[in-house]
């Protein structure tokens, strides 16, 4: 948490809303020892970034100087700002004391392990929450994938700890919800000019949050300002606009951001009994004057076409008086599909890959993942496209060629073949395991076959069993892993003292 002086919430009243830093000043500091078991489990979506980078989320409170931060390496948005809405009450009340005790029982606070319900406690509340796990099945409701055995009563539970209210969000660009979800798959630079820091960085989250299960592996920045560091980059004619979606409120952008391709200017989010204004879609050209109405300024023609069908059960459920959070679950339910229709054709052909299972063998090294070749994908649509799990028409064929170009495609690829890898390494781990097992057989009745040149092929796999039972970053069962400890320790001490003394410096 940092208490800071603030100039945010002048005018605006009571303010809270999420941003997001590039960490400086040396290597990144690990806050927990175990990112990489954490990563194992957790959605991509949820991961902690290899990469230097500070989620921060921000409340001020009106006719207060001073507003309270806290910060973080997890985007767990939904249970920070509801943390922070239990905290800054007495925070502004009584400043540091308030600070530290309540530091105090966030440090007793478990460690966040997916899969899991944890109970936080804090200033006489209990916060209840699931840590979303990688094997959920995408789309199902947290609330009713929790395990409430052995579990105190809980009176605040957070349904969600990332997810925001889509509708809300979205309310004025639902009829583009198409437009813009070919933006952020494809990486496209968005300049997101909202009235306040909050409505900024909520547009900003959920644009990032629509393509669920696939990871958005651009960068983003909820609410930027011109004293962010990276103020002149962002801003330069020189070079052209890297991939990343910004969210402003300054109208001085509106100038030094002109040549961005894409523009979403959006007003005050109000839930209401009828359809929000919808915003136009308009040339670049007419956003020149400080007064610029709310829009979409761009010149792209989406691949896919509108789906109507989607748009009148929003509506109908505007008319109905629909709970926003039903409306979300809708829209959410729809992006999560079209998603993965677009993703699942990849997913096999990728698969397809893979070297087959017999072809892994002890006696060699594990054999290589089939290069990704695009023109011979491409050729697989035409059975296995996207057309057997979405009614949508367009030009799919044009949508994955430029999606091959985004930093999307290349961060999938890229986590794609790093666990494939690992799957080939473990198999091949595995069947060491098994050869050194079935060689050697029951060790104490067969020492004097050690030394016979026929179980040398044993001795050469020893050093390879060993390096399996300390790849504990590898899926290798622990049962495996255990096996083969003892027959290593079985083997070694049967052999002669210098044998033994060079099987173990290997």
């Given at each position: 948490f940092l208490p800071v002086i603030s100039s945010v919430s002048g005018g605006l009243g009571d303010t809270q809303f999420s941003f997001r830093l590039r960490q400086s000043g040396g290597q990144r500091t690990a806050h927990y020892e175990d990112d990489g078991a954490y990563n194992r489990?957790?959605?991509?979506?949820?991961?902690?970034?290899?990469?230097?980078?500070?989620?921060?989320?921000?409340?001020?409170?009106?006719?207060?100087?001073?507003s309270l931060v806290l910060v973080s390496r997890l985007p767990y948005v939904n249970l920070f700002q509801s943390l922070l809405q239990l905290i800054a009450p007495e925070y502004f009340d009584k400043l540091e004391p308030c600070l530290e005790a309540v530091c105090n029982e966030i440090d007793q606070w478990p460690p966040p392990v997916p899969g899991q319900t944890l109970n936080l406690p804090v200033m006489g509340v209990v916060i209840q929450v699931r840590i979303p796990s990688r094997v959920d099945k995408p789309g199902s409701s947290p609330v009713k994938q929790f395990n409430q055995e052995n579990?105190?009563?809980?009176?605040?539970?957070l349904p969600s700890i990332h997810e925001l209210d889509l509708f809300r969000c979205f309310?004025?660009?639902?009829?583009?919800?198409?437009?813009?979800?070919?933006?952020?798959?494809?990486?496209?630079?968005?300049?997101?000019?909202?009235?306040?820091?909050?409505?900024?960085?909520?547009?900003?989250?959920?644009?990032?949050?629509?393509l669920a299960p696939l990871r958005y592996c651009c960068d983003y920045r909820p609410y930027f300002t011109i004293h962010d560091s990276e103020f002149k980059e962002y801003t330069t004619r020189t070079q052209a606009p890297p991939n990343i979606v910004v969210g402003v409120t300054n109208p001085f952008f509106i100038k030094t951001l002109q040549h961005w391709p894409h523009i979403l200017r959006v007003g005050e989010l109000r839930m209401s009994g009828d359809l929000p204004k919808q915003v136009k879609v308009k040339k670049l050209a007419k956003l020149k004057t400080l007064d610029t109405k709310p829009g979409i300024y761009t010149s792209y023609k989406t691949f896919l076409h509108k789906d109507k069908t989607l748009i009148k059960r929003l509506l109908?459920?505007?008319?109905?008086?629909r709970p926003s959070e039903v409306q979300s679950a809708l829209l959410r339910r729809h992006l999560l599909e079209l998603t993965q229709s677009f993703?699942?054709?990849l997913e096999h052909y990728i698969a397809s890959l893979m070297p087959l299972q017999r072809a892994i063998t002890p006696w060699k090294n594990p054999p290589q993942i089939r290069p990704f070749r695009q023109e011979d994908f491409m050729k697989t649509l035409e059975h296995a496209g996207p057309q057997l799990t979405c009614v949508l028409k367009g030009d799919w064929l044009g949508l994955y060629r430029r999606f091959?170009?985004?930093?999307?495609?290349d961060g999938w690829y890229r986590q794609r073949h790093k666990e494939m890898t690992q799957k080939l390494e473990a198999l091949h781990l595995e069947?060491?395991?098994?050869?050194?097992?079935?060689?050697?057989?029951?060790?104490?009745?067969?020492?004097?076959?050690?030394?016979?040149?026929?179980?040398?092929?044993?001795?050469?796999l020893l050093p390879r069993a060993l390096e399996a039972s300390q790849c504990q970053h590898l899926p290798v069962k622990e049962e495996t892993l255990q096996r083969v400890s003892?027959?290593?320790?079985?083997?070694?001490?049967?052999?002669?003292?210098?044998?033994?003394?060079?099987?173990?410096?290997h």
């Open positions: 489990e957790a959605p991509l979506t949820l991961q902690v970034s290899c990469v230097s980078v500070l989620y921060l989320h921000l409340l001020s409170k009106q006719k207060c100087c001073c579990l105190l009563p809980a009176p605040l539970v309310q004025p660009v639902l009829i583009h919800i198409q437009m813009l979800w070919e933006l952020m798959l494809l990486g496209e630079p968005i300049v997101v000019m909202a009235p306040s820091p909050t409505v900024s960085s909520e547009m900003v989250l959920a644009l990032t949050s629509c109908k459920g505007i008319q109905r008086k993703i699942i054709p091959f170009k985004s930093p999307n495609f069947a060491i395991c098994e050869a050194v097992r079935s060689s050697c057989g029951d060790y104490s009745q067969r020492r004097g076959n050690l030394l016979r040149p026929d179980t040398w092929d044993t001795r050469t003892l027959y290593i320790e079985t083997i070694i001490g049967s052999l002669p003292e210098d044998l033994q003394t060079v099987l173990h410096h």
